[in-house]
């Protein structure tokens, strides 16, 4: 292959061998201007316009504005997190100065209008401005509400949401102490609404007896559902991965126990989990007060902030989407309590896939479920009640009752998609032969694969010949109860909402999925043979291995598209060999018997695995052993933490009072102790539904949970006591309870260690401070600002408006644990609330943190 100098490789061809730049053939002008192939998005398309004509979503003199409206670009909305520390003050800011500097700023007809809080929304929490997300970025003028709007955004002040969004969980009705099921959770903004709900009438270092579950089909949108509500701090959240449609009601199979010979489910103890006790204080089934069901939609009420729709809409996006819907409404009333509320919400204006799916709710459940009428409630939210008549688009016909529709169609348009919801065997025999359609040839009965992509755009078929012609059909249920937010009555977006109540428990032909044959007997015979299991390594205290399980273990694996509550409807297969399962390995133990959180790293299960596996083949073993949640590959688990060794090393360092419990509430992502890398905490009602969801063989697939309470923080020196330090999340739910490492500071050394962030103690303006300091343990301590003008205590009261920060004491100076943008964000509220504010606002709280400083915990 040689060449050049003698079969030596060819010299490196430098720079400077270049007289010339050479010509970047990749580079383009991005100038719109001067690009003739940029285009603007399209803000029209003729068969959306025929569509809602042809529905009469709104009234035809009003047709216009509704389509100028849709064509112009959604303004910007947010919400001020009730919960946050300082709400109150970026409520004042708001008020006072952002809308006078604006209206000085922006000298149009429209100044007066700039920003305006939503006259719905309560307490004037939500506000939008008259400008889009685009003019805010692009905006000079816009800049300083811009950055204030992302600042705000990032550490939890604020939640930027549309604000048609904000609606459904209001209509919710939640209480502190409910259950509540959010089925399509992503990205976050109406969960991190129902948490502020339950959290709004806590007391100081209390938790709220409610608990929420935030459900969603795809991992990546968890991770960004994760994000958003972290910033929530709460330890009443659990985060999972599932279908909606298939979401796992946890019921308890106590058939499956009772054929074992094992009595109740409550009778098995997973003391691996290091839960102790019966389980028998725990409900038999994971049902919820609430429900929001904020189902996957065609989106095309969102049109002015997203303009790529109008490309992209066709009346075949509703119509296949409509069935998926039907499915995850049923499933959420299925799970639902009775005298439940549940909220079902699109952001489409289709009636395919918002009065349609309601009346098939209604019509299934048989009166076990009603519609609510709302009108009293929100009367600034400007609203119009739900349709009873509409029709089907299918292949650029209009179709006004089932009978039209043709036989090769009838697998994509279905019954419930029509006003009455009747099915074709109501119709007389003398009817069923021609079913109201001409008569299709063999060659014509099934479409060509061109015309099967086809999805009713206004294209008509050549084959396809046009139905008869049928009344239009008139629904009889009240769906004019149902609420229909049009863009063009409060400049918003567009959204569906309907509130149902469960009265009565469903009928058993609507109760149970229809889809129970699909299961195997073997599955059935696996799931007992792998709880008979669990029960008995349980009772003989073998341990159990976080590995995925070895070759021939039997995994509980129930397909995706059949719900837990099948396994109560089919026989046992008498066929089956039992010898078979006795040669099942141990390793199915740890299967059975695991809770788990994936938000978590892996990086604490690889710190034990290095310990024990040695070299470059240890390693290779750590990067293919997979984690496994239960029967749940990939997924991270998270065990019980019950190290009474760490436990009361940190009570005892932070000085922790005893009513504050520790037992049953924390929680780890390894079952090895001594390389835990963060605890969390979780409410009483996550616990319960912990022991539940172990009861019923790990249905629930468990992606995160809880609020970080402790983080192991590695020393130089290593001289702290204390292992770990307090994560600044959870010192809300710790300062009433905390007597040891924390200190008094003034406002002036306040700003001054937020400002540096790192301090010596003789640089400290309090001789007092400096000499306390000095003598605490290296390590973690909580440093509260004091706020008041006269002399400092040393008694601590914890509230809500206690500003306290975490900090490191190392043996020369004091280094905060704050982030950067959260020690900003401090300085410039502290120069902001002034103290007669600050002072009325202490004021109001004293008297309910009284009994929290008496040593009363309530969850």
Same mark, same amino acid.
């Given at each position: 292959?040689? @060449?050049?100098?003698?079969?030596?490789?060819?010299?490196?061809?430098?720079?400077?061998?270049?007289?010339?730049?050479?010509?970047?053939?990749?580079?383009?002008?991005?100038?719109?201007?001067?690009?003739?192939?940029?285009?603007?998005? =399209?803000?029209?398309?003729?068969?959306?316009?025929?569509?809602?004509? #042809?529905?009469?979503?709104?009234?035809?003199?009003?047709?216009?504005?509704?389509?100028?409206?849709?064509?112009?670009?959604?303004?910007?909305?947010?919400?001020?997190?009730?919960?946050?520390?300082?709400?109150?003050?970026?409520?004042?800011?708001?008020?006072?100065?952002?809308?006078?500097?604006?209206?000085?700023?922006?000298?149009?007809?429209?100044?007066?209008?700039?920003?305006?809080?939503?006259?719905?929304?309560?307490?004037?929490? =939500?506000?939008?401005?008259?400008?889009?997300?685009?003019?805010?970025?692009?905006?000079?003028?816009?800049?300083?509400?811009?950055?204030?709007?992302?600042?705000?955004?990032?550490?939890?002040?604020?939640?930027?949401?549309?604000?048609?969004?904000?609606?459904?969980?209001?209509?919710?009705?939640?209480?502190?102490?409910?259950?509540?099921?959010?089925?399509?959770?992503?990205?976050?903004?109406?969960?991190?609404?129902?948490?502020?709900?339950?959290?709004?009438?806590?007391?100081?270092?209390?938790?709220?007896?409610?608990?929420?579950?935030?459900?969603?089909?795809?991992?990546?949108?968890?991770?960004?559902?994760?994000?958003?509500?972290?910033?929530?701090?709460?330890?009443?959240?659990?985060?999972?991965?599932?279908?909606?449609?298939?979401?796992?009601?946890?019921?308890?199979?106590?058939?499956?126990?009772?054929?074992? %010979?094992?009595?109740?489910?409550?009778?098995?103890?997973?003391?691996?989990? @290091?839960?102790? @006790?019966?389980?028998?204080?725990?409900?038999?089934?994971?049902?919820?007060?609430?429900?929001?069901?904020?189902?996957?939609?065609?989106?095309?009420?969102?049109?002015?902030?997203?303009?790529?729709?109008?490309?992209?809409?066709?009346?075949?996006?509703?119509?296949?989407?409509?069935?998926?819907?039907?499915?995850?409404?049923?499933?959420?009333?299925?799970?639902?309590?009775?005298? @439940?509320?549940?909220?079902?919400?699109?952001?489409?204006?289709?009636?395919? #896939?918002?009065?349609?799916? *309601?009346?098939?709710?209604?019509?299934?459940?048989? %009166?076990?479920?009603?519609?609510?009428?709302?009108?009293?409630?929100?009367?600034?939210?400007?609203?119009?009640?739900?349709?009873?008549?509409?029709?089907?688009?299918?292949?650029?016909?209009?179709?006004?009752? +089932?009978?039209?529709?043709?036989? +090769?169609?009838?697998?994509?348009?279905?019954?419930?998609?029509?006003?009455?919801?009747?099915?074709?065997?109501? *119709?007389?025999? %003398?009817?069923?032969?021609?079913?109201?359609?001409?008569?299709?040839?063999?060659?014509?009965?099934?479409?060509?694969?061109?015309?099967?992509?086809?999805?009713?755009?206004?294209?008509?078929?050549?084959?396809?010949?046009?139905?008869?012609?049928?009344?239009?059909?008139?629904?009889?249920?009240?769906?004019?109860?149902?609420?229909?937010?049009?863009?063009?009555?409060?400049?918003?977006?567009?959204?569906?909402?309907?509130?149902?109540?469960?009265?009565?428990?469903?009928?058993?032909?609507?109760?149970?999925?229809?889809?129970?044959?699909?299961?195997? =007997?073997?599955?059935?015979?696996?799931?007992?043979?792998?709880?008979?299991?669990?029960?008995?390594?349980?009772?003989?205290?073998? #341990?159990?291995?976080?590995?995925?399980?070895?070759?021939?273990?039997?995994?509980?694996?129930?397909? #995706?598209?059949?719900?837990?509550?099948?396994?109560?409807?089919?026989?046992?297969?008498?066929?089956?060999?039992?010898?078979?399962?006795?040669?099942?390995?141990?390793?199915?133990?740890?299967?059975?018997?695991?809770?788990?959180?994936?938000?978590?790293?892996?990086?604490?299960?690889?710190?034990?695995?290095?310990?024990?596996?040695?070299?470059?083949?240890?390693?290779?073993?750590?990067?293919?052993?997979?984690?496994?949640?239960?029967?749940?590959?990939?997924?991270?688990?998270?065990?019980?933490?019950?190290?009474?060794?760490?436990?009361?090393?940190?009570?005892?360092?932070?000085?922790?009072?005893?009513?504050?419990?520790?037992?049953?509430?924390?929680?780890?992502?390894?079952?090895?102790?001594?390389?835990?890398?963060?605890?969390?905490?979780?409410?009483?009602?996550?616990?319960?539904?912990?022991?539940?969801?172990?009861?019923?063989?790990?249905?629930?697939?468990?992606?995160?949970?809880?609020?970080?309470?402790?983080?192991?923080?590695?020393?130089?020196?290593?001289?702290?006591?204390?292992?770990?330090?307090?994560?600044?999340?959870?010192?809300?739910?710790?300062?009433?309870?905390?007597?040891?490492?924390?200190?008094?500071?003034?406002?002036?050394?306040?700003?001054?260690?937020?400002?540096?962030?790192?301090?010596?103690?003789?640089?400290?303006?309090?001789?007092?401070?400096?000499?306390?300091?000095?003598?605490?343990?290296?390590?973690?301590?909580?440093?509260?600002?004091?706020?008041?003008?006269?002399?400092?205590?040393?008694?601590?009261?914890?509230?809500?408006?206690?500003?306290?920060?975490?900090?490191?004491?190392?043996?020369?100076?004091?280094?905060?644990?704050?982030?950067?943008?959260?020690?900003?964000?401090?300085?410039?509220?502290?120069?902001?609330?002034?103290?007669?504010?600050?002072?009325?606002?202490?004021?109001?709280?004293?008297?309910? *943190?009284?009994? *929290?400083?008496?040593?009363?915990?309530?969850?």
């Amino acid at each position: 292959m040689g @060449g050049g100098r003698g079969g030596q490789k060819r010299g490196r061809t430098h720079r400077r061998q270049f007289k010339h730049k050479r010509e970047n053939v990749w580079e383009r002008n991005r100038r719109p201007d001067d690009n003739p192939s940029w285009e603007p998005f =399209a803000t029209q398309n003729p068969a959306f316009e025929d569509y809602y004509k #042809e529905q009469k979503i709104v009234p035809e003199g009003e047709w216009e504005e509704f389509m100028s409206m849709l064509r112009k670009p959604l303004p910007a909305a947010f919400r001020i997190n009730s919960s946050g520390q300082f709400f109150r003050d970026i409520r004042y800011q708001l008020e006072n100065d952002i809308m006078k500097s604006l209206d000085t700023e922006i000298m149009d007809d429209n100044a007066e209008e700039a920003i305006r809080p939503l006259p719905w929304y309560p307490e004037n929490l =939500a506000w939008q401005l008259n400008f889009s997300r685009m003019q805010l970025r692009k905006n000079q003028t816009l800049e300083r509400i811009h950055e204030f709007l992302k600042k705000e955004n990032e550490i939890g002040n604020i939640t930027r949401q549309e604000a048609v969004s904000m609606v459904p969980p209001l209509f919710l009705d939640v209480k502190s102490d409910h259950y509540i099921l959010d089925m399509c959770a992503a990205p976050g903004s109406k969960t991190f609404q129902l948490l502020e709900m339950i959290h709004q009438s806590d007391k100081p270092g209390s938790l709220p007896e409610g608990m929420v579950i935030a459900n969603d089909v795809d991992i990546q949108r968890c991770n960004l559902l994760i994000h958003q509500t972290k910033r929530m701090c709460s330890a009443n959240l659990i985060v999972t991965n599932h279908e909606a449609q298939h979401f796992p009601s946890c019921r308890v199979n106590q058939q499956c126990f009772s054929q074992l %010979g094992l009595g109740s489910a409550c009778q098995i103890l997973p003391e691996a989990h @290091g839960i102790e @006790g019966p389980l028998d204080q725990v409900e038999n089934q994971l049902l919820f007060d609430r429900i929001l069901c904020d189902v996957p939609c065609s989106g095309d009420g969102t049109l002015r902030k997203a303009p790529d729709i109008w490309r992209k809409w066709n009346a075949g996006m509703g119509n296949g989407l409509h069935h998926l819907q039907v499915q995850i409404a049923m499933r959420g009333i299925y799970v639902l309590k009775v005298g @439940g509320r549940l909220v079902y919400s699109t952001c489409s204006m289709n009636p395919i #896939e918002d009065e349609a799916v *309601v009346g098939e709710i209604l019509r299934r459940c048989g %009166g076990s479920v009603e519609i609510l009428d709302c009108s009293v409630e929100l009367p600034q939210l400007v609203r119009r009640g739900g349709l009873r008549t509409w029709k089907v688009r299918d292949r650029g016909h209009w179709l006004t009752s +089932y009978k039209q529709v043709p036989t +090769y169609r009838k697998s994509g348009i279905v019954p419930s998609m029509f006003p009455s919801g009747e099915d074709w065997e109501k *119709v007389p025999n %003398g009817e069923q032969e021609n079913f109201g359609a001409p008569v299709i040839s063999i060659d014509q009965e099934k479409p060509t694969g061109e015309e099967r992509s086809e999805r009713g755009c206004g294209m008509h078929h050549e084959q396809d010949s046009a139905p008869l012609e049928y009344e239009n059909e008139v629904s009889n249920l009240p769906l004019e109860r149902c609420m229909r937010i049009m863009p063009h009555d409060q400049n918003s977006g567009a959204f569906f909402i309907a509130v149902l109540r469960k009265v009565s428990p469903l009928p058993d032909v609507q109760g149970k999925p229809n889809n129970v044959h699909r299961i195997s =007997a073997l599955r059935d015979h696996q799931f007992k043979a792998n709880l008979m299991k669990a029960s008995v390594e349980a009772a003989h205290g073998n #341990e159990m291995e976080s590995s995925a399980p070895a070759k021939g273990d039997f995994m509980v694996e129930i397909s #995706e598209d059949v719900n837990d509550n099948e396994i109560d409807a089919y026989e046992v297969d008498s066929s089956l060999d039992h010898d078979d399962l006795d040669k099942e390995t141990p390793t199915f133990s740890a299967q059975i018997a695991k809770v788990g959180c994936s938000e978590n790293c892996d990086e604490d299960n690889e710190i034990n695995e290095t310990e024990e596996i040695g070299g470059e083949k240890g390693l290779n073993r750590i990067k293919k052993r997979e984690q496994v949640q239960g029967r749940w590959r990939g997924v991270d688990p998270v065990v019980l933490f019950t190290d009474d060794a760490i436990i009361n090393s940190i009570r005892t360092f932070y000085g922790i009072k005893d009513s504050f419990p520790f037992h049953g509430h924390l929680v780890t992502r390894n079952s090895d102790s001594h390389h835990v890398k963060r605890i969390y905490y979780i409410s009483k009602k996550v616990h319960d539904t912990l022991k539940l969801n172990i009861q019923v063989g790990q249905q629930l697939k468990i992606f995160s949970l809880g609020l970080k309470i402790f983080e192991r923080q590695t020393s130089k020196d290593a001289l702290s006591p204390c292992l770990y330090r307090i994560s600044s999340e959870a010192l809300p739910l710790l300062l009433p309870y905390m007597t040891k490492q924390i200190l008094t500071a003034t406002v002036t050394d306040f700003k001054h260690l937020l400002q540096y962030k790192t301090i010596k103690f003789g640089d400290f303006v309090d001789n007092s401070f400096r000499e306390k300091a000095s003598n605490l343990f290296v390590g973690c301590f909580v440093i509260v600002m004091h706020r008041d003008q006269g002399p400092i205590s040393d008694s601590i009261v914890g509230s809500s408006s206690t500003i306290a920060i975490g900090c490191w004491k190392g043996r020369t100076n004091i280094s905060v644990m704050v982030s950067p943008m959260e020690c900003e964000e401090l300085l410039e509220r502290l120069s902001l609330v002034s103290p007669q504010e600050d002072k009325a606002i202490i004021n109001t709280e004293v008297d309910a *943190v009284k009994s *929290v400083s008496d040593g009363e915990f309530h969850d």
